[in-house]
């Protein structure tokens, strides 16, 4: 469901939970991460990634229709 409503919470979930402040330094709020994170790496390829580990996690098979596109979750 986040993946199609707001992928950007996916992003700063998963900045949240391998944060390490004694390594990183402060916590960075949502924005901010969002600001800075194109200048380290593409968000998009971040975020597929994010896609690909929560999939593979918990099982999720995409139906896809012959162009490619999602037809359905299961």
Do not use: C, Q
């Not at 200048?39 to 098979?61: C, F, Q, S, T």
């Amino acid at each position: 469901m986040i993946r199609k409503s707001n992928p950007t919470i996916l992003i700063y979930e998963r900045y949240k939970e391998r944060h390490n402040p004694a390594k990183h330094g402060r916590l960075m709020s949502a924005h901010e991460l969002l600001t800075f994170l194109p200048m380290w790496r593409n968000p998009r390829d971040i975020l597929n990634g994010i896609i690909e580990e929560l999939d593979a996690k918990y099982e999720v098979v995409e139906l896809l229709d012959r162009h490619e596109h999602i037809i359905k979750l299961l």
